[in-house]
Every structure is written in structure tokens, then in C-alpha cells.
């Protein structure tokens, strides 16, 4: 399986939390009624939802459309400017950490989320990472572009083509215009220790910051009407979990391998993607072909090549898993596809999983609020 998840870093970001209820409501009556649909989605994908990251800050909110109060937690921290940070000189402070930010940290690493969406207001925008850099590779024309900067930008057009007016670009009192109403994080503004870039960096979960309204506390009798606005490209970024491709790696005795290297030439991924505690990889790719190779200590490495179709239309990403065989001689990894990252990569991040579901990985989406859905391996 795989997961996807949705989780609202920003407390004021009261329209979310909303939304996300509203989804709920809308998944549990279409599956109870049989609709084709909910019954097609739910079938294959685990859903997580989190309605609220932040209760101090939701408390704290108040009904004005710019200015709304509620940005910090009760200790007067900024929650989505607290995870760990993929471009900061440093990677200490861990024990400065927020209960909120730690709670979601530690949420992280017990499953294995493949996609996620982070839902804020006051703006009308889909925005991807990176939303930081330090003047590096990924430094390009004034945006800060992931390996995976080709599917970001699909995952942010599904949304904004799928919403009532995103894809339009009209800016709000106080943003510019954004082309086809999506934007790279860093480009829009540089922004330290988020969420959207701890979960692809860390949690091998590509997660997207939706911007719903410009106003940040909408009246209440605005509510039906946006919800209207929101609810075919909430369900169809959701789908978009069954992306690319997914299956196990297999050690040389046929046992699913943990913490398995699984790379796709040409994405040099700061953490490399691995393996989780049940042998599962999950990459989401566009349709096209892909060579990618799998290394696991005492084996030889494996590199492949597949032709990978577009999945979500039918529910079900590419299944294809990886035999390999022992190494003869002592054992040396293959030299990675990728510079050595900077970051420092805990790869026991990667071994969660539910227990209850042995084929289970994830897909994550942030925003005050979560939803968490998980693919089904057939």
C-alpha cells in the first residue's frame, strides 16, 4: 500500500482544518453508498487525516481576512519554521523541537508515506519545494528545484487544474500573479525548517503546500462554496498516489529487504529513497522510462529498466520487485547516483510501517490539518 497524508502545519490556517472534515464526510458517504468512485479510492489507498496541528493557534485565531492571529503554538513558536532543515549549516537543536513538531516527526517514522499536501490560507496558490537552499545545484533562476522537480510540478498543476479557479494565477491583495496557479516554495519566498521539505527530504514523502483562500478566517457562509471550489482536486491530488512505481526488494534467499538503496538515474536525491521494514519501495515518477538501481549490503547491485504507465487512472501504480543475488567476493556498494548528501539522513526513518498491513507504505499531505492515505501492493 501507500500512503498519503494530509496535515496543516500553519495554525491559522483555519480554512483546512474545515476542508479536511468536510473531506472525511465526503470519503465515509461515498464509500457507504457505493459510490464508484469512493469505493475504487478507498479500496486501494490507506487515508490518515489530522485535522489539526496546531490547536493552540486554531483557539487563538480570529476572524480577520489578513492579518489572522493563531500563526504560533501556546509556547509562541512558529511551528512550520521549526523541523529539522535540509540547507541549515547546522542540523542541531533537536531538543528544541516543539511537542507538535516532534509528535509529527515521530507519526513519521511509524509509517511509510509516499505523497502529502499542506493546506494554508491567504494566498491562492499551489506551492512545491524547495521552499530553502543554500546556493547550491538546486539554485535555478531564482527557484530551488528538488530531483523530483518534474512530478512536483505535475502534482501542483493536478490540484490547481482541478480547483474551480487556482489555475487562473489571480493574485491575492498582497501575492503576485502565478502562472497556471502553482509555484516553487523558494521562489515565492525562502522559508527555513518546514514541513514540505522535512517530509521529502526526511520521509521520502512529496508533499505540496496548498494556498486555498486569500482570506485567512473566510465568513462562514463562504464555507459551502469553497468547499465546492476544493472538492474534486482534493480527491484528485489523493489519486495521484498511485503514481510511478512500487514493489519490494528481495534479498538473495527471496525475504523482503529493509533499508534497501532504491534510486532512479538522474534524481539525486539529498536522503536516498530505501526500503521500509517490509522490503516496500514506493517512487512516484511520470509516465516514461527509468533506470533504477537497487544496493543492499552483501549483495550485488541491481540496475533495471522500466517502462512506467500512468497509474492513477486505474488505481495502481507499476508493481515490479527486485531479485537480488548474494555478493561472491566482499561486498562493495555500487557507487550511489547521487553527491554525497548534505544533510545528515537517518535512515531508520524509512523502516515504519503499520504492521498490520505487510504491503504498506505512504503518502503524506501537511497543513494544520492531516489526511494520510495508503496505496494498496497488490
Known amino acids: 500500500m501507500s500512503h498519503t497524508c494530509t496535515a496543516s502545519a500553519a495554525p491559522s490556517s483555519v480554512l483546512g482544518r474545515v476542508l479536511l472534515l468536510q ?81 509529527v516527526m515521530d507519526w513519521l517514522q511509524t509509517e511509510s508515506f509516499v505523497l502529502s499536501a499542506n493546506l494554508h490560507g491567504g494566498a491562492l496558490v499551489a506551492s512545491y519545494p524547495y521552499d530553502n537552499g543554500n546556493g547550491g545545484s538546486e539554485q535555478v533562476g531564482g527557484a530551488s528545484l528538488s530531483p523530483d522537480h518534474d512530478v512536483f510540478v505535475h502534482l501542483a498543476k493536478v490540484y490547481s487544474y482541478n480547483h474551480s479557479s487556482m489555475h487562473h494565477g489571480h493574485s491575492c ?46 465568513p462562514a457562509d463562504q464555507l459551502p462554496a469553497l468547499w465546492e471550489e476544493n472538492r474534486k482536486s482534493l480527491l484528485a491530488f489523493i489519486q495521484q498516489v498511485h503514481l510511478g512505481v512500487k514493489g519490494r526488494v528481495l534479498d538473495s534467499s527471496g525475504v523482503p529487504a529493509a533499508n534497501a538503496l532504491v534510486e532512479v538515474r538522474g534524481r539525486s536525491n539529498l536522503c536516498p529513497f530505501r526500503t521500509d521494514r517490509h522490503g516496500e519501495y514506493y517512487r512516484l515518477l511520470l509516465p516514461g522510462r527509468y533506470s533504477l538501481t537497487v544496493s543492499l549490503a552483501n549483495h550485488q ?41 548534505s544533510p545528515s539522513c537517518n535512515h531508520t526513518l524509512f523502516l515504519g510501517g503499520s504492521g498490520v498491513q505487510p504491503e504498506g507504505a505512504g503518502l503524506c499531505v501537511a497543513l494544520g490539518l492531516v489526511v494520510a492515505l495508503r496505496s494498496l501492493i497488490d
Not at 51 to 67: E, H, I, L, R, V
Not at 306 to 314: F, K
Not at 322 to 331: I, V, W
Open 173 to 218: 491583495y498582497d501575492t503576485r500573479p502565478f502562472p497556471d496557479g502553482i509555484t516553487n516554495g523558494y521562489q515565492w519566498y525562502p522559508l527555513a525548517g518546514g514541513m514540505q521539505d522535512y517530509n521529502y527530504v526526511w520521509s521520502q514523502c512529496l508533499e505540496v503546500t496548498l494556498e486555498l483562500s486569500c482570506c485567512k478566517f473566510p
Open 301 to 341: 547491485p541491481l540496475t533495471e529498466t522500466l517502462d512506467v504507465p500512468y497509474g492513477p487512472d486505474s488505481y495502481t501504480a507499476l508493481r515490479h520487485d527486485f531479485l537480488l543475488r548474494r555478493a561472491a567476493a566482499p561486498p562493495t556498494l555500487a557507487k550511489p547516483l547521487r553527491p554525497r548528501p
Open 23 to 103: 473531506l472525511i464526510e465526503e470519503l465515509l458517504r461515498g464509500y457507504r453508498d457505493n459510490q464508484t468512485w469512493a469505493l475504487r479510492l478507498m479500496d486501494s489507498t490507506r487515508i490518515h487525516i489530522l485535522p489539526s496541528m496546531n490547536p493552540d493557534g486554531f483557539d487563538a485565531a480570529d476572524t480577520d481576512c489578513q492579518y489572522s492571529q493563531g500563526r504560533y503554538n501556546h509556547n509562541g513558536v512558529d511551528l512550520n519554521r521549526n523541523f529539522p532543515d535540509a540547507f541549515a549549516k547546522q542540523q542541531g537543536g533537536e531538543g528544541r523541537r516543539e511537542a507538535e513538531v516532534q509528535a
